[in-house]
């Protein structure tokens, strides 16, 4: 294992499980910053196996393979939430892995996650756990409609999830969803969606971006608006709970937290949805207008190398580019637009293609 000081030296090999587009901006970062690059992913057509010839092609319980991966690598990183925790640890047994599968393990799971930020003194909202039709009764009862009634795993982009507002939609919503635990929250009447990318290494060092706004089509992130339109006291409210998460989780790397804002007097109501142990989508604004990125942050951060300076230097809107909407993309751009399109083989509905961020300077 990793001692708190050791450094990542350049040349060293970073191994990134999930090969999607997190993790294809994830090497090219590395790659810059002159490291090598192995990404373990089952899917061979993943973008991420564009920019390395380091491919590990392989079911994620395939413990061959990760041996194999594992004894390549130096470091080993993850890109997205839904893996399997066992094949962490098991990678855990040979090289260090950051995050670690201890923050994977209460990010995945919903219950778990409420349960840490709630003992840590963050604002969640009111939530229980959920296996029957009569737990789900019994939590309407005590919570109020309306309600989100979610899985507690595997969920993402509104996926797992129904909000019951009347009393006849109780039955129908819990026999879509039954099969897992499940987790009933109180329907929060927000103002708005912010979100804060932080980041943490080894060695403690904690650094912010400024908050986003992000806004959601059919669940899926569509824009991430930085500066958000909050006050600067919610500003600061909102980046000291994320120094707080990220330090009492003794993070290390990237760590997206999504927040509700909820207007309150005199301040408005922070109360954190969800943490994402990975760099986030609505982080990307950083890629255009900040002057270190949060695909080098991470990368700085499980190196244990300095963290980056996250100024940000114009104000942004990112575009997730959804389905067909990436066709013609290349065929517009307007001059302060800054593609990134992501090289995926297959268009889907409601597959991210890529995005587009929109910089307006400063003094506009
Ligand atoms: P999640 O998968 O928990 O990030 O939820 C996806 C989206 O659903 C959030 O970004 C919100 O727009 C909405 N949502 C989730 N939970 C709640 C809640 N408790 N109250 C209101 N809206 C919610």
């Known amino acids: 294992m990793q001692e708190q000081s050791a450094i990542l030296e350049q040349g060293a090999i970073i191994g990134i499980v999930g090969g999607g587009q997190l993790g294809k901006m994830l090497a090219l970062s590395a790659l810059q910053l002159g490291f090598k690059v192995a990404i373990y992913c089952p899917d061979p057509d993943s973008p991420a196996f564009d920019v390395t010839p380091l491919k590990f092609i392989a079911d994620y319980d395939d413990e061959k393979k990760l041996t194999e991966f594992a004894s390549l690598v130096d470091i080993i990183t993850y890109e997205f939430e839904n893996l399997p925790t066992q094949s962490l640890k098991f990678l855990e047994k040979t090289k260090p892995v950051a995050p670690s599968s201890r923050i994977l393990e209460i990010a995945q799971d919903r219950l778990k996650e409420k349960l840490f930020l709630a003992s840590n003194d963050i604002a969640v909202a009111q939530y229980m756990k959920v296996e029957t039709l009569s737990d789900l009764e019994n939590a309407i009862k005590e919570i109020t409609l309306p309600i989100v009634l979610k899985t507690t795993r595997m969920g993402y982009d509104g996926k797992g999830q129904r909000i019951i507002k009347t009393t006849q939609q109780i039955e129908q919503a819990f026999n879509e ?171 889907r509905e409601g597959r991210k293609m890529g995005h587009l961020n929109h910089i307006s300077f400063l003094s506009e």
């Not at 963290?307 to 993309?329: F, H, K, Q, S, Y």
Request: glycine share 6%.
């Open 177 to 347: 969803l039954k099969g897992s635990t499940l987790i009933a929250e109180k329907f929060i009447s927000f103002e708005r969606e912010i979100s804060i990318i932080v980041a943490r290494t080894r060695r403690g060092q904690v650094r912010d971006y400024d908050a986003s706004e992000n806004i959601h089509e059919n669940h899926i992130l569509k824009t991430s608006t930085v500066p958000a339109n909050i006050d600067n006291i919610t500003r600061k409210r909102a980046s000291r709970i994320a120094h707080e998460i990220i330090g009492s989780l003794d993070y290390i790397g990237v760590l997206g937290i999504e927040f509700f804002v909820v207007p309150n007097e005199p301040y408005a109501k922070l109360i954190v949805n969800e943490i994402a142990p990975r760099v986030h989508n609505s982080g990307h604004f950083t890629q255009a207008v900040c002057l270190t990125n949060q695909f080098e942050q991470h990368i700085r951060a499980i190196a244990n190398w300095p963290l980056g300076d996250p100024t940000r230097l114009a104000n942004v809107t990112m575009e997730n580019l959804i389905g067909d909407e990436i066709i013609d993309a290349h065929k517009d751009l307007q001059s302060g637009t800054r593609p990134d399109f992501y090289g995926k083989k297959q268009v």
